[in-house]
Structure formats: structure tokens, C-alpha cells
């Protein structure tokens, strides 16, 4: 069965504003203000919640020390999982997308950095995990993306065929992944990076998700 697997941060939701809130707790805790931005900072919340705050311990002491961040690391899944949505949006034309790619018979599925109990708690309460087969997160297996294991993974769960299926992402991250699954990738340019994807030269780009029925279409029929 042909499926389409989807990054989630970046590619089904703008998750920044709330990743980038989990990890300002944290230094707020420790009694420093915000220290990380929301707009300037916003590559770096997509690249999780350890870069998010390496990045604010640097600025604060000019070097990250792995203790701190093993130490708040979990303050901050605690504090997202507590504020999960409250800035975070799907992308426009997200849903209605996925939904005609049902009708056209496709299976759907999430791989996700993400770790799973947070992915699974953010696409419910958006309304939205009733659209996908399964969701594969950053804890569900030993390994994570770019390791093509749970790209197979969740497009097993899905009642997928992996040879006919592809991966829609954001960054190089999901082009690796791919590469790793021998798949295609189709990366958005609304993500974080912009046109800068571009450079990674998936088969496909996605500027709206208007597009995606068509994309899909023409890279695994």
C-alpha cells in the first residue's frame, strides 16, 4: 500500500513558539529571564529541546556544560508537555491535504524526533491523530531519525509498503532519512529553513500542501 510518512515539527505543525517557551522555563527556573527568542531562535527549537538549551546555556556562560543540560532537559519535556499548544499551529491547507490523500488511497504515517508520549499528546490535541496510521517518535525505537528504522518502522504500522512510499520533512534530517530508507523526499519550504532545503535537492519541494496530492502522485503514482 502506498504511504506517506511525515516529519511532525516544522512539517505538519509550527511547533517553534512553544518548544522555544518549554525551554525559557527552564532558565527562568534557574532565575535568569528569556533567554532564548522565538523568532531568531526558531532553527534551533526544531532541532530540540537539548540544542534549544546548549544554545541558551553558551550564551549565558559561554559554554554548555552536558550536566546542566542532562539536569533541565526533563524540566523541559515537563514544562512543553504542560503548554504543548498553546502557540502551535498546523500549517495551512495540512489538513485537507492529508485528507485527500486518504480518499485517494493512501496510508499515512508520522516519524518524528519528537519523543512519542509528546507527539502523540500535541497531534491529539490538535485534532488531528485520528489522520494518521501510526506515529513513531524519538523514544519508540532504540534508534532515531536520520537511522532509516523508524521511517520503516512507521510505515509498517501504517500497513504500508515501504517501497511505495515517501517522506515529506523539513530538514536534513528528513533528506538523510530518506536517502538512509531509499525513498524519496519532498521538503517544505515553509519549515524553519526556508528555500535553504533547496541545497539538500530532494526529488520534490513543497511551497503549500495544495500541492502535495499532485506531488505525492507523481513520485510513487
Same mark, same amino acid.
Given at each position: 500500500?502506498?504511504?506517506?510518512?511525515?516529519?511532525?515539527?516544522?512539517? *505538519?505543525?509550527?511547533?517553534?513558539?512553544?518548544?522555544?517557551?518549554?525551554?525559557?522555563?527552564? +532558565?527562568?527556573?534557574?532565575?535568569?529571564?528569556?533567554?532564548?527568542?522565538?523568532?531568531?531562535?526558531?532553527?534551533?527549537?526544531?532541532?530540540?529541546?537539548?540544542? =534549544?538549551?546548549?544554545?541558551?546555556?553558551?550564551?549565558?556562560?559561554?559554554?554548555?556544560?552536558?550536566?546542566?543540560?542532562?539536569?533541565?532537559?526533563p524540566i523541559l519535556l515537563e514544562?512543553?508537555?504542560?503548554?504543548?499548544?498553546?502557540?502551535?499551529?498546523?500549517?495551512?491547507? =495540512?489538513? @485537507?491535504?492529508?485528507?485527500?490523500?486518504?480518499?485517494d488511497g493512501y496510508r499515512t504515517?508520522?516519524?518524528?524526533?519528537?519523543?512519542?508520549?509528546?507527539? &502523540?499528546?500535541? =497531534?491529539?490535541?490538535?485534532?488531528?491523530? #485520528?489522520?494518521?496510521? @501510526?506515529?513513531?517518535?524519538?523514544?519508540?525505537?532504540?534508534?532515531?531519525?536520520?537511522?532509516?528504522?523508524?521511517?520503516?518502522?512507521?510505515?509498517?504500522?501504517?500497513?504500508?509498503?515501504?517501497?511505495? @512510499?515517501?517522506?515529506?520533512?523539513?530538514?536534513?534530517?528528513?533528506?538523510?532519512?530518506?536517502?538512509?530508507? #531509499?525513498?524519496?523526499?519532498?521538503?517544505?519550504? +515553509?519549515?524553519?529553513? #526556508?528555500?535553504?532545503? @533547496?541545497?539538500?535537492?530532494? &526529488?520534490?519541494? *513543497?511551497?503549500?500542501?495544495?500541492?502535495?496530492?499532485?506531488?505525492?502522485?507523481?513520485?510513487?503514482?
Amino acid at each position: 500500500m502506498r504511504t506517506v510518512v511525515f516529519d511532525l515539527d516544522g512539517t *505538519l505543525a509550527d511547533t517553534g513558539a512553544d518548544l522555544i517557551a518549554a525551554a525559557n522555563a527552564c +532558565f527562568q527556573g534557574l532565575g535568569h529571564g528569556d533567554v532564548l527568542d522565538p523568532v531568531t531562535d526558531r532553527s534551533t527549537a526544531f532541532q530540540g529541546g537539548r540544542a =534549544m538549551l546548549k544554545l541558551g546555556f553558551e550564551r549565558l556562560n559561554g559554554a554548555a556544560q552536558t550536566g546542566d543540560i542532562d539536569t533541565q532537559y526533563p524540566i523541559l519535556l515537563e514544562a512543553y508537555a504542560g503548554a504543548i499548544d498553546t502557540h502551535t499551529t498546523l500549517y495551512p491547507g =495540512m489538513v @485537507s491535504a492529508i485528507e485527500q490523500l486518504l480518499e485517494d488511497g493512501y496510508r499515512t504515517a508520522i516519524c518524528t524526533n519528537k519523543p512519542e508520549r509528546l507527539a &502523540e499528546l500535541l =497531534m491529539t490535541r490538535l485534532g488531528v491523530r #485520528g489522520l494518521f496510521g @501510526s506515529l513513531v517518535g524519538a523514544d519508540t525505537l532504540p534508534v532515531r531519525k536520520p537511522d532509516p528504522a523508524p521511517y520503516f518502522e512507521a510505515v509498517t504500522r501504517a500497513r504500508g509498503v515501504a517501497e511505495q @512510499s515517501l517522506l515529506v520533512g523539513d530538514t536534513v534530517t528528513d533528506r538523510e532519512t530518506a536517502r538512509a530508507a #531509499g525513498v524519496a523526499s519532498v521538503l517544505v519550504t +515553509f519549515g524553519p529553513d #526556508g528555500d535553504a532545503v @533547496s541545497a539538500l535537492e530532494p &526529488e520534490a519541494l *513543497l511551497a503549500h500542501y495544495d500541492d502535495l496530492p499532485e506531488v505525492v502522485a507523481r513520485l510513487i503514482g
